[in-house]
Structures are given as structure tokens and as C-alpha cells.
């Protein structure tokens, strides 16, 4: 039986925790309670270092050793970032969507920890439904004394309060974020300083993943000793995994880290549909390597520390799997259509780079493309790696340099067509269509 | 009619969400608000916005060419926006995309002849595991529509269309 720390909303009995109600049966808000009226925040902060806790947002840094960073100025802000725009990922909506209030209460407790009295729920604009849904919840948690001033009696204040985006991409970088709710255009800062020094309104500031958050109330009620029951010594904890793409059943699925590729895949997501062979997979969205699915690659365990010595990421565990109908070039086309649009424009190499990978990655596709192109797609890659100011740049390589190296048959069927027969586009596999 | 003049508790409400010294953290929520009416944002707007915001009007227009949810000009009254991307182009949403554009008879971006529906190609909306799938944006907001099929979205355009 798999614990279910983020996604209770799927145990039996707790369907309803999306109603303030429901939630506070569960046992909801005691930990938030505990926290305000009986622990200094200094202890929080001890507790949730204690728990080994690790971002969830991609980085995987100690979330309790983030927030002891915090530079001694006040205001402080804590601010979630449910940004959610990689490629591939749809786990902070469910919580958002099925699991608000534990959510909340997690984001409450870290803004306790943080001495924070004003936290912003940064949301995708395309969370529209999802951001009204939450203000009424915020607004009931004010009617329920939870939230407001002088909570449940004591000195403590907060307020909380939605921030809806706009549809870009870096915005989930934490600094476009703050610029971001700043009214900025975002575009990601130089760092240092980081948050934690000069955030929000240059202020200190806490930046944490929503599934990190929610993480948060389990381990205040349940203790750090218990968490580190759950996952690995490094990576403690579950993660919500979402898999997506030629899986026979694509979804979130909350699991212990260290549970293998081929376990989640072939073991809890039904294989691969049409029982087609797994040809590759992209572990982080279409920001880390792919990787090819070989039998060392399907028994790697799913932690930070593993999936990093093959040469990719977990990142935020958005897996997108392919089967061996689909030609890796094509993939590399679609993430750097990505990139291009997402780039924010700051630098140079990731603005030009990008627009020249799409460029040519077009004409792969077309059947136009001769055997220096694609050594030029390559030095553009080289052109744009390590040169930049944020990691997007690096992302927007990292599909390509992995497609060329892994899987280059893929390229050069395009390269051999077109030589032959210059006027007719390349065959290519075609990409499956969707099962009714 | 100005924003203030329309919607006084909103643009109230909006302001008081971020510190008095900082109005400029307004502007994005402000946005929406001046999109509401006839999904894009007048020029007229953009000018009211910057005063509330104590910012230049260029800041305001920048952040309206920046960020791809805010429109600078008319195009339908709601736009499908199709998610295209890699997961969803794995489970067929590109042939979706087309099929839905054929339906409408008009190209990728373009809108009917009604002028109710422009179609475009989105990346991800963080609803990969229900592809095909696309969000209808109008003054209203944004809805989400998940495991579509072509008939279920000439439903959703006959209803759009007699709108
Ligand atoms: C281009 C880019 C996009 C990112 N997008 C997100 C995102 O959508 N959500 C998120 O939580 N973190 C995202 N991050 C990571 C954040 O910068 C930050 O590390 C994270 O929010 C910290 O929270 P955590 O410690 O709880 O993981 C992104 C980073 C980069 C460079
Ligand atoms: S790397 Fe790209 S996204 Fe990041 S700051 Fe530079 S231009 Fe912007
Ligand atoms: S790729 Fe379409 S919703 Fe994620």
C-alpha cells in the first residue's frame, strides 16, 4: 500500500477534503494550530530541515535549510510558486484542485516559519477556474479565524492572496516570479542576491513549489522521524510523478522515491498503450536529456541523486514517455517550438539560439536538410550551453545535444531522403494516434 | 467608461492585495480586468491602468506584449486555444488541432467569419494525461475543456456561435 502524503484526496473517505469542513474532520489545520499557538518558528524550521523535506519545484533543494537562509529584515513574503508550466506536468493543479486546504495549510506554516505576515499564491493564468476556486477557500479560512489578524488569538497576522499570471513559462523561474508580481515584465534576475536576501519588494523571501508546501502540514502532525520512514535516505519523502505521453494510463501518481522507471511504468501505469515498445523517455518535461529506454535506464530508481548520475534530471517528475513509432527529431523540434516561444528575450544566445534551432529542426522535418545542418544544429547548441542567464537556455538544449547523441538514425533518415529524391519531403514515422 | 467608473470594488480589491507602495504589483490583475469587455485590451485602458499603477502607459503596453494572455487587438469573441504541445502531440493533438481548424474553415490563428472563434495552437496547459485538450479564453476568463472529440467541440462551437 503506497502512503499517500500529497494526494489524500484519494484515499477512501477523504474525497470531500476539498471542503473546509471534510478537511478539518481529517484532522486538517491541527498542524497549522500546533504551529502558531505552541512553536517558535525557529522550530518549524528545525522540524522541516530535520525531515530531509526537498523542493519540489525541480531543484530538489532542503526546504527547512531555504528557509533558515532568510536574511534578518522584515517584511518578509512567502510565496508559492504554482506556476506549473513544464511540459508534461499536471501535479499542483490536482492538489490545488482535489487537496486546496492542505495546500494552504502548508503555505500558512511556512509563512509562520518564515515570519511572514503576507503570503501570494502565484498561479499560471490558465489556472483561472482554479484561482477563483481558491479565493472563496481563502476566504473561508479568514470567516474560520485561520487567516486574518491575530490568528486563533494569537499576535500572529496573515493574509493570503492569489497572483495570477499570464501565460509565460519563466515565470515559474522564482526571480521572473518576483518580477512578475512586481508588475515587471518577467525576466529572471541576476543572483546573488537570492530571495532569501532580497525577494519580493527586495524584502526576504521564501519561494516554495506547491507540492512542497503541501508536503508540509503530514510532517508537522506526523514528525520527521516519520517522514524519513517514506523514500530514500537523500530523497525522503513521496513524489507525485506525472506521466504522460504513450503510457497506457497517463496520470499523477503520488510513489516513494526510489521505486524504479520500470516499477512506475510497467507496475502501477499499465506499460506502454498498444503494448508498443518504450522507445525513450523525458523524465523532467522537455527541460532535462532524454534518455533511451534501456533495461539500466527502466531500473534506475526514481530519486534526485539516480536519475542526475545518467545524465538528466528528475526535475519536477514530469515523464513523458515515446514508443518506437516516434522519430526523436521530431521531439527535439516540438520542445525547442517551446523554448523559442518561452525565451524571455534577456540574453542573446537563448533569443537567437533558439530561433536558429527551430529554424533548422523545421527543415529536418520538411526533408530539406543536408548532413551540416545538422553539424550546425549542433553548434548552436554549443552556442547557447552554459552562456546564459537563467537555466531556460540550457534547457532548450538539453532535448536536442540528448537526441542527436542517443538516437542519430532518427536525424539521418531525413538527411539520406533528401539527397535521394531533393522535391519530396522525408517519410517519417508518424506520431500515434490517440486511442478512443 | 472607465475601469474605476465600471468596476469601483474590483479595482479597489485589486489595489488592496499589495503594499500602498507598490501599485505597480497591480497591473496585472488590472489587465484582465480591462480585457473583460471585449476580450483584448483598448488603448484607452491601457492609459486608465497606468495611472492606477502609477507606472508609464509604455510599462502597461509592454506588459500586454509580453505576457501571451493579454490581447492588444480584436480578434474573436473566444478563442480555442488548442494545446499542441509534446505530450498531447504524442496522443494526436496536432491531427486534432487540424481537424478542428477544418471544421471551422480557417487556418491555424485565424478566426470565423462571424467573428465569435479564433483557433490557435497553445503549448501545455498542465492537462497532458486528458489530451486532446484546449481552453477557451473570453472577457469572462478561461475555461478548461479535456478529452475532447471533434464532435464534442462542434457542440461547444454551435453554442459559442449562437452566443
Ligand atoms: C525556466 C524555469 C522554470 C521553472 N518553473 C517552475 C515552475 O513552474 N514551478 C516551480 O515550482 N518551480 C519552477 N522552477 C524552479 C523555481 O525557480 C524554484 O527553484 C522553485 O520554485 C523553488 O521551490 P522548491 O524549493 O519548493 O522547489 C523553474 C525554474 C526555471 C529555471
Ligand atoms: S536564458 Fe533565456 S529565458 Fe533565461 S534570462 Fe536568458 S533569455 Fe531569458
Ligand atoms: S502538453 Fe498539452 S496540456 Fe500538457
Same mark, same amino acid.
Given at each position: ?28 489545520? &491541527? ?9 517558535? +518558528?525557529?522550530?518549524?524550521? &528545525? ?15 532542503? =526546504? ?18 504554482? &506556476?506549473?508550466?513544464? +511540459? ?116 526576504? =523571501?521564501?519561494?516554495?513549489? =506547491? ?34 505521453? *504513450? ?17 512506475? #511504468? ?5 506499460? #506502454? ?7 525513450? #523517455? ?16 527502466? &531500473? ?58 527551430? *529554424? #533548422? ?35 532548450? =538544449? ?26 519530396? +519531403? ?11 | ?163
Amino acid at each position: 500500500m503506497i502512503e499517500h502524503v500529497v494526494l489524500r484526496h484519494r484515499l477512501p473517505g477523504l474525497e470531500n477534503i476539498n471542503q473546509l469542513a471534510a478537511y478539518q474532520a481529517s484532522g486538517g489545520f &491541527d498542524a497549522y494550530r500546533t504551529v502558531v499557538t505552541s512553536m517558535t +518558528p525557529q522550530a518549524v524550521i &528545525d522540524l522541516i530541515k530535520a525531515s530531509g523535506l526537498r523542493g519540489r519545484g525541480g531543484a530538489g533543494f532542503p =526546504t527547512g535549510v531555504k528557509w533558515s537562509f532568510l536574511s534578518n529584515r522584515f517584511p518578509r513574503y512567502v510565496v508559492a510558486n504554482s &506556476d506549473e508550466s513544464e +511540459p508534461g506536468t499536471f501535479k499542483d493543479r490536482e492538489i490545488m484542485e482535489r487537496n486546496p486546504f492542505q495546500f494552504l495549510e502548508g503555505l500558512m506554516i511556512a509563512s509562520y516559519a518564515a515570519q511572514a505576515s503576507t503570503a501570494y499564491n502565484y498561479l499560471r493564468g490558465e489556472f483561472w477556474e482554479l484561482a477563483a476556486r481558491l479565493d472563496a477557500q481563502i476566504a473561508e479560512l479568514h470567516a474560520a479565524g485561520l487567516l486574518g489578524k491575530n490568528v486563533l488569538g494569537t499576535q500572529y497576522s496573515l493574509a493570503v492572496h492569489n497572483h495570477l499570471g499570464a501565460g509565460a513559462y519563466i515565470c515559474g523561474e522564482e526571480s521572473a516570479l518576483l518580477e512578475s508580481i512586481e508588475g515587471k515584465l518577467g525576466q529572471p534576475r541576476l543572483k546573488p542576491p537570492f530571495p532569501a536576501d532580497r525577494g519580493l519588494y527586495g524584502q526576504p =523571501t521564501v519561494v516554495n513549489n =506547491t507540492e512542497t508546501l503541501a508536503n508540509i502540514p503530514p510532517i508537522v502532525a506526523r514528525g520527521a522521524q516519520w517522514y524519513r520512514t517514506l523514500g530514500t535516505e537523500s530523497s525522503p519523502g513521496t513524489k507525485v510523478m506525472c506521466l504522460s505521453g *504513450h503510457v497506457a494510463n497517463a496520470g499523477n501518481y503520488e510513489v516513494p522515491f526510489g521505486i524504479t522507471f520500470r516499477e512506475l #511504468i510497467y507496475g502501477l501505469a499499465g506499460g #506502454i498503450r498498444g503494448g508498443r515498445a518504450l522507445k525513450a #523517455i523525458l523524465p523532467s518535461g522537455a527541460s532535462a536529456p532524454i534518455l533511451a529506454a534501456t533495461d539500466k535506464v527502466l &531500473d534506475t530508481r526514481l530519486t534526485y541523486e539516480d536519475v542526475a548520475a545518467l545524465g538528466s534530471q528528475l526535475g519536477s517528475a514530469s515523464i513523458i514517455l515515446m514508443d518506437e513509432t516516434v522519430d526523436m527529431s521530431w521531439v527535439a523540434m516540438k520542445t525547442t517550438h517551446f523554448f523559442k516561444h518561452e525565451s524571455c528575450g534577456k540574453c542573446t544566445p537563448c533569443r537567437e539560439g533558439t530561433y536558429w534551432m527551430t *529554424h #533548422i529542426l523545421d527543415r529536418v522535418q520538411a526533408g530539406g536538410v543536408q548532413a551540416a545542418d545538422l553539424a550546425l544544429l549542433s553548434d548552436v547548441t554549443q552556442q547557447i550551453g552554459g552562456k546564459c542567464l537563467c537555466p531556460l537556455g540550457d534547457f532548450a =538544449t538539453s532535448a536536442v545535444v540528448s537526441s542527436l547523441k542517443l538516437f542519430p538514425a532518427d536525424y539521418e533518415q531525413h538527411v539520406a531522403v533528401a539527397a535521394a529524391v531533393p522535391a519530396k +519531403p522525408a517519410a517519417r514515422a508518424k506520431v500515434a494516434q490517440p486511442v478512443s | 467608461m472607465s475601469l474605476l467608473q465600471k468596476y469601483p470594488d474590483e479595482v479597489a480589491a485589486i489595489l488592496a492585495r499589495y503594499p500602498a507602495d507598490n501599485k505597480r504589483s497591480a497591473v496585472m490583475p488590472l489587465l484582465y480586468l480591462a480585457q473583460r469587455a471585449e476580450n483584448y485590451v483598448p488603448a484607452a485602458a491601457i492609459d486608465e491602468v497606468a495611472v492606477l499603477c502609477e507606472i508609464a502607459p509604455t510599462q502597461v503596453a509592454s506588459i500586454v506584449g509580453f505576457y501571451t494572455l493579454y490581447y492588444d487587438k480584436q480578434a474573436g469573441r473566444h478563442r480555442i486555444q488548442i494545446c499542441t504541445d509534446l505530450p498531447c502531440a504524442l496522443r494526436g493533438a496536432d491531427e486534432f488541432a487540424a481537424a478542428v481548424c477544418a471544421h471551422l474553415g480557417v487556418e491555424m490563428g485565424g478566426t470565423t467569419a462571424d467573428g465569435k472563434v479564433t483557433v490557435e495552437g497553445v503549448m501545455c496547459l498542465a492537462a497532458c494525461d486528458r489530451a486532446p485538450m484546449f481552453q477557451v479564453q473570453n472577457g469572462a476568463g478561461l475555461t478548461f475543456h479535456e478529452n475532447q472529440t471533434l464532435e464534442s467541440v462542434k457542440a461547444l462551437v454551435a453554442k459559442l456561435q449562437t452566443e
